[in-house]
Structures are given as structure tokens and as C-alpha cells.
DNA sequence: TCTAATTGCATTTTT
DNA sequence: TGCAATTAGA
């Protein structure tokens, strides 16, 4: 292998092999790179065992990234055997081995924050507290903080907002979870990291000698449990490598913690530190932007970005009138561009907040761009997809108390809240299961015998999917039982409405992509398991990243980082907005992350970097003038290209008529998927627009057919009908019509054509 | 049990 | 402002 396409601190860093070694990974330093050659000569080189290697990311995307470069350059008989993945899944993997260890069953399960809430609120409800007094969500963020921080419940000390009651509802929770046979994420990293410091116990003695070299990525959103993880995993060696940039370090509020990163030679006084420098992505100015403003944080480790490319173009700040004068230049700026030949997906458009999302995405459906919003809402997240997935957890792990709850009377089965409320009582002062105090339940005599039928069927429901599954149904296989025959499909049936419809579409994607996990695992190695497909969908995010299709990407900045484009256009650069306010920027720390964060943004930038900031912006519906952001008073003069418009440029068109064209779904996670299933769903005409939004059309594009009132449009179902009313809808335009011989029905847009 | 109405709430969200 | 989540009502 040859080291000639790296420079002087990244070729140090990759013949590194034994002892500590930190390295400092400048923006656009050439980071991935040289992690990937660092392992591939582990691998080639210094013929270390791929297995004893483990990389350590915090986003499945960079460990598919990571592991694909690594590929490329050894073969994919090497690569495939290395321990590449995220803290959550490495954890996992790690725990389903010693999960006996901490009193769990291989088929544990994970909570995400929903489930989570719903064991919180049980907790509540047998400790007589209303979620009133205590929030679930708040009492599980001051919990989480303590796990961050490596603390049980009997190690976490009274303090201000962590009273004796928080420190006995964090005991009865991790009691829940265990009964529940379930994690959460913070579990996943606490209870390996606690298994792996363990003295004098095999399963810590496995795990502290098990890797010879460990790496990790994005050292610098580590929090302090994950820090003693990885330190205890290398402890054998000590051959421990991070790599960061504490420049930006963003998750502050998430327990990341840069002063690990900056403390780092404090832990290991040997560390062989390197620092990359030399930025390869962005011209002189934006590089010189970027400087500027991090330069003015109160504390940071010492270091210069540099580059060797040309200034370029100036850096661009537009002072506009408003948020939709900003959305038309920012709109302009796109056009722009696009006209000089720039490739939609080497586009960006940054804003602090979400909420400042909707005004830009209706300027660029207005102006028929092609744009996706990265972010938002996830798939997986939606209500039917959650219970489907809360059976498909119950057979799995029947303990499961948060999806119990979630589907014992979903669809309506007759299982009152009071009977509800009876078996997880009981359960909890039995100390048992709610599975358990469930089966028992039919039995009771403490319940009437409708009850009680009504109880033994659903017990007898799941009892038969647990044999099925026994039996060696796939998860397809049983996914599509459960469907039916929990009713659920009839239920959404029955309701016969346009978020019905919406719904039941929602669920064939999703058996569609269980399909998907039994194909994919068919082509590589294991067989598909329930467990792997559960494991799978609790730790990946459905959308996880941006597509690449020829389209803008609109996103926050914190899901920009590690992404680069040739064009960035941010805005909404004022005061209160970024650095957004409600922080208190007295704390030096809060104003120093909102200034990394703009670091950030200013360093996606190759070539083209427009800043925009609007005099007045109705945020939340609140009305405000604002002051440009005081970051950007750091910009020195010589770089920056002013521009005012003092006339504004117009609004995009606001008419209530809404055009069809436009009319395609607004959800994100919908916008990054139909496109997959449209082709095959002749049930949704409205998709058949899909394909005019391809960016080969833009040039050309066809004049919207619009819909209003007394207009006549074409249902699948239906048939023909006459429009009433339109009204905005969270996913697509809802448009009321009345079709002969099926009444008014209330139907999204896109299931609509002109007829 | 389902719907409508009301209330309260709103950074950022890798897993 | 826009929504999701709870609550009241039929």
C-alpha cells in the first residue's frame, strides 16, 4: 500500500500502530481518509487479525462509509470480519453475548424515547405521581444525564434538580426495564462499559483483551460512558486512537462532552499527538470565514485550518426584509446557480431551527425546484408503524411492558383502562412482568369473565405468533399475520378516510421493507432473524441520511455535519435566531457551541458560500426585528460581499389555489421514500407526478394544473368527483369532494388527479 | 369509543 | 404559527 496520497501529519498518523494517539482532524482535513488507511495498514502491514480491530462511529452512515473505504482498499475478505459500527450497535452485539450477566434474555429488546415515555408514565402511575408535577420527558432527560455520566441510581447524589423522588423514579425505571426485558440506548453503552471495568470477572477480562486496536471516530461528541467504554476495551493494549475536531462539537446537549477530547493528553501523557491542518474542500475565504469565526471562541485547542486553493468567490451576506423575502432570494440564489451547471445535490440550504423550514419549501415548491428535507420526522416513528412493530416486539419479548400497553386494546378489543390499569398494578407489586400478571389475570376472579375473555384472546393471539415464529415464520411472514390478524388492518379499513388510506399505505411499506431485511441478510451472511430485524430497525433510522437523487437538500446544521456542497446557502443569520436565543448566552460554553455550530456550517462550503439574514422573522408566530448575528461581525471586510435589498424581491406566489404539481407530499420522511414504492402502486395516481419533479425536467416543466372548488377530480376508489373544499394538511393539501354513490370524502391531494 | 375542541408548547436529535 | 396531545362531549 502506498502512502503517497497522503501529507506529512496524516501519513504519522496512519504508521502510528502501538500506544495511544489522538489526532486533531481539522474540517475538511482528510479525516475519513486517513482513518481508512490507518486500518488498512493494521490489516496489510502490521498483519493484525481483523477482528481484533474495532472502529467506532456515532452514525450508521459513517460506519457504511468507513467500512466501504476500507474495502476498497483490502479486499472485502478482510474488511468483512472488523468490528465497524456505531456505539449503540457494537454495544449491542457485545450485550446480546453477556447479556446473562446483567440479568437480561438474548431477546432483549430496545426502547426508544417513545417507549421509553410509556414506562415512565407506568412508574408514575404506581407511584401515585402525576406526569403533571413530573414530566416523563424531563425526568427521563435529567436520568439520561446520569447515565451519560456513568451513574446508577444508588451512585447519583441529591441535588437541585435531582431530589430523593427523581433518584428513586431512575431506580424504579431501570427496575421496569429490566422486568421489561428491555434497554435503552443509554443502557446499551452503560452496561457493556460497567461489564467491560468489571475487575477479576471473565466476561471484563474477555472484554478488556478482546480488541487489539480500538478507534474512534468523532471523539469529540463522545460523552463520559462512552469514553470509559472504549478505554476499558483497549485496556489491554492501550492501542487506542481518536480522532475529532473539538472545533466541532455540537451535541453539548446530548451529553457530549468536548472537554474529553481536550483532556485527552491529560489521561494518556504518552499519546502521540497529530493535528491535520491542511483543508482540501473549501476556497481561501471560505476557509478564512470559517477561521474568523471560530477564532472568537473562549477556549479551543490550538490550531490553524489552512489551505492551499484560491481565495474564489467573495462570501456572500444578503440583508433581506423577512423570512419569505429571504426564501425568495435563497430561491434565487438556487437558480443561480443552477444555471451555471451546478449540480442540485451539491446544493444546500442551512437553517438553525426546523421551524424555519416551511417558508423555504414553499418558496421552492412555488418556484417548482427540486428540493428534500433532511431530518423531521422519521418513518418509523409514525403511529401505525409503531404499533405493528410493538406486536411484532411482544412476540418477541412478550415481557415488553411498553409495547403491552401500546397495543392491548389497539385496535378497540374491549380492554378497558380500568383492566388495564389492574394487571400493570399488579404486576408492579408482584414485581413481575406485565406479560405475567397478564396471564394470570385470565384466571382472576377479581375480574369479570367478559374481562377475562376478552384478556384470554389476546393472550391467545400472541401465544399463537410466538408459536408461529417458533414454527420458523420470517419476520415477513409473521409481520403480515399480525397485520390481519390482530384486526388492525380491518380497523384502519373501517375508518375509511384519507389518513386511513394514508395509514394502510404506510403499513405495506413497511411490510415491504421487512421484505427488504430478509433479501439484504439473504445476500450477505446470517439468516434473518426476528431479533436482527428488530435490532436492526431500533438502531437505524428508515431515511438515514439524504438520497442521492438531483434534488436540494434542506437541513439543519447539526445534520450537515460531516456533509460537504459546492454551494451553501444558510440562513436566517441573526441575533436570537443563530445563536439562537433561550440559550443563555452568559454561559460562555452555550455561546461557544452555537459558534462551533456555525464553524460547521461555514465549512461544508467548497465553493460558494451566501448568508442571509432578515430584519424581521416570524418565528413560533412571533413577529420580531432582528439584529444580523454577531457572528458575523467576525467576517474581516475583505472577504465578505455585502448585498441589500432594500426593494424586496417579491413573494412567491401564496395562491389558496393550490397546484397539483406542488401538491406532491410535504412530510420529509414521505418525500424520501414514495418514490421507491410509487412505481409500484397504481393505487396512488397523485405519484404518478413524482417523476415530472426530476431535475431533467426542470427546464421544461409543465404548466401546474391547479385545483379549486367545483372542479372535477378523479378518485382510484371513488371514481369521479367535484371538489368543496381544500384546506392545508400536514402532508399534502386534504381536499374535500363529493363523489356520487360514496358521499363527501375527505381525501389527501395526491391521492387526486384532474378528472 | 370515537370525534371535536382545547390547550400548551416550540432548539438541535448521531442511536 | 402549527402541531400533537390531552380532554370533553356525544
Not at 218 to 223: L, S, V
Given at each position: 500500500m502506498s502512502n503517497t496520497q497522503l501529507n506529512e501529519p496524516q501519513t504519522q498518523a496512519v504508521r502510528h500502530v502501538s500506544g495511544p494517539l489522538l489526532v486533531f482532524a481539522g474540517a475538511g482535513s482528510g479525516k475519513t481518509r486517513t482513518i481508512t488507511y490507518r486500518i488498512a495498514h493494521l490489516l496489510a502491514n502490521e498483519k493484525v487479525p481483523p477482528y481484533r480491530i474495532l472502529a467506532v462511529t456515532f452514525t450508521n452512515k459513517a460506519a457504511g462509509e468507513m467500512r466501504d473505504r476500507i474495502e476498497q482498499l483490502v479486499g472485502s475478505g478482510l474488511a468483512r470480519d472488523l468490528w465497524v459500527g456505531t456505539f449503540h450497535s457494537v454495544s449491542a452485539r457485545l450485550l446480546r453475548r453477556y447479556c446473562g450477566e446483567v440479568g437480561l434474555n438474548r431477546n432483549f429488546v430496545i426502547y426508544d424515547e417513545s417507549d421509553q415515555k410509556a414506562l415512565m408514565s407506568r412508574v408514575l402511575k404506581s407511584k401515585n405521581l402525576s406526569d403533571r408535577e413530573y414530566p416523563p420527558k424531563l425526568i427521563l432527560s435529567r436520568i439520561h444525564a446520569k447515565k451519560q455520566e456513568g451513574l446508577s441510581p444508588e451512585q447519583v447524589e441529591r441535588s437541585r434538580n435531582f431530589d430523593t423522588t427523581l433518584i428513586e423514579l431512575y431506580g424504579l425505571y431501570q427496575k421496569a426495564l429490566l422486568s421489561s426485558n428491555a434497554v435503552d440506548f443509554e443502557d446499551l453503552i452503560l452496561l457493556i462499559m460497567r461489564l467491560s471495568e468489571k475487575p477479576n470477572s471473565v466476561a471484563g477480562e474477555e472484554l478488556r483483551s478482546r480488541f487489539g486496536f480500538v478507534l474512534v471516530d468523532?471523539?469529540?461528541?463522545?460523552?463520559s460512558t462512552q469514553y470509559r467504554l472504549v478505554k476499558a476495551l483497549s485496556a489491554q493494549t492501550r492501542n487506542l486512537c481518536v480522532v475529532g475536531d473539538d472545533d466541532q462539537s455540537i451535541y453539548r446537549w446530548r451529553g457530549a462532552n468536548v472537554g474529553i477530547i481536550r483532556g485527552f493528553r491529560r489521561d494518556f501523557p504518552d499519546a502521540c499527538v497529530v493535528k491535520l491542518e491542511q483543508n482540501y474542500r473549501s476556497s481561501a475565504n471560505i476557509v478564512q470565514a470559517a477561521l474568523s469565526i471560530i477564532e472568537s471562541a473562549r477556549s479551543r485547542e490550538p490550531k490553524r485550518l489552512w489551505t492551499e486553493q484560491a481565495l474564489g468567490s467573495p462570501i456572500i451576506v444578503r440583508s433581506v426584509a423577512d423570512e419569505r423575502d429571504e426564501a425568495a432570494w435563497v430561491v434565487r440564489t438556487v437558480r443561480e446557480r443552477l444555471s451555471q451547471q451546478v449540480d442540485p445535490r451539491q446544493i444546500a440550504v442551512f437553517y438553525r431551527v426546523h421551524a424555519q423550514s416551511r417558508v423555504l419549501e414553499e418558496a421552492f415548491r412555488a418556484e417548482n425546484l427540486p428540493y428534500q428535507i433532511i431530518g423531521g420526522t422519521r418513518f418509523f416513528d409514525r403511529a401505525e408503524i409503531k404499533d405493528i412493530l410493538a406486536y411484532l416486539r411482544l412476540v418477541e419479548n412478550p415481557n415488553s411492558e411498553a409495547d403491552l400497553v401500546r397495543i392491548i386494546n389497539v385496535p378497540a378489543r374491549g380492554i378497558g383502562k380500568k383492566t388495564i390499569e389492574l394487571i400493570f398494578d399488579e404486576a408492579t407489586r408482584m414485581g413481575s412482568s406485565a406479560w405475567h400478571a397478564l396471564k394470570s389475570s385470565t384466571e382472576s376472579p377479581g375480574l369479570p369473565t367478559a374481562a377475562r375473555q376478552k384478556l384470554r384472546q389476546f393472550v391467545n393471539l400472541i401465544n399463537e405468533w410466538r408459536a408461529a415464529l417458533v414454527a420458523g415464520n420470517t419476520p415477513f411472514q409473521l409481520a403480515n399475520r399480525i397485520v390481519d390478524e390482530s384486526g388492525y388492518r380491518k380497523y384502519l379499513q373501517d375508518q375509511d378516510s384519507a389518513e386511513s388510506d394514508a395509514r394502510i399505505g404506510n403499513i405495506e411499506e413497511f411490510l415491504g421493507s421487512i421484505a427488504e431485511y430478509e433479501d439484504d441478510t439473504e445476500l450477505t451472511d446470517e439468516k434473518s432473524t426476528l431479533t436482527g430485524y428488530l435490532e436492526r430497525i431500533s438502531l437505524v433510522a428508515a431515511p438515514d441520511a439524504m438520497k442521492d437523487v438531483p434534488k436540494v437538500a434542506l437541513m439543519t446544521v447539526h445534520a450537515a455535519k460531516g456533509l460537504e456542497f459546492d454551494t451553501v446557502l444558510l440562513s436566517g443569520m441573526e441575533d436570537d435566531v443563530f445563536p439562537y436565543k433561550g440559550l443563555d448566552l452568559g454561559e460562555s460554553d452555550e455561546l461557544d457551541e452555537e459558534r462551533r455550530l456555525a464553524y460547521v456550517a461555514v465549512t461544508r462550503a467548497k465553493v460558494h458560500l451566501s448568508i442571509f439574514h432578515a430584519s424581521q422573522r416570524t418565528l413560533f408566530g412571533q413577529t420580531r426585528y432582528l439584529r444580523r448575528s454577531m457572528f458575523l461581525d467576525d467576517l474581516p471586510d475583505g472577504i465578505v460581499k455585502h448585498e441589500a435589498s432594500h426593494q424586496s424581491l417579491g413573494r412567491f406566489s401564496n395562491d389558496k389555489n393550490i397546484e397539483i404539481e406542488s401538491a406532491r407530499p410535504l412530510s420529509r420522511d414521505r418525500w424520501l421514500t414514495h418514490e421507491k414504492s410509487a412505481a409500484s402502486d397504481a393505487l396512488r395516481p397523485g405519484e404518478r407526478f413524482v417523476d415530472r419533479s426530476a431535475f431533467d425536467d426542470l427546464a421544461h416543466s409543465e404548466p401546474a394544473t391547479t385545483l379549486r372548488r367545483g372542479q372535477s377530480v378523479f378518485h382510484a376508489r371513488f371514481g369521479r368527483g367535484i371538489v368543496e373544499n381544500i384546506e392545508s394538511g400536514a402532508e399534502s393539501p386534504m381536499v374535500t369532494a363529493t363523489f356520487p354513490g360514496f358521499g363527501r370524502r375527505k381525501i389527501l391531494s395526491r391521492y387526486l388527479v384532474n378528472g
Open positions: 468523532e471523539f469529540q461528541d463522545t460523552n
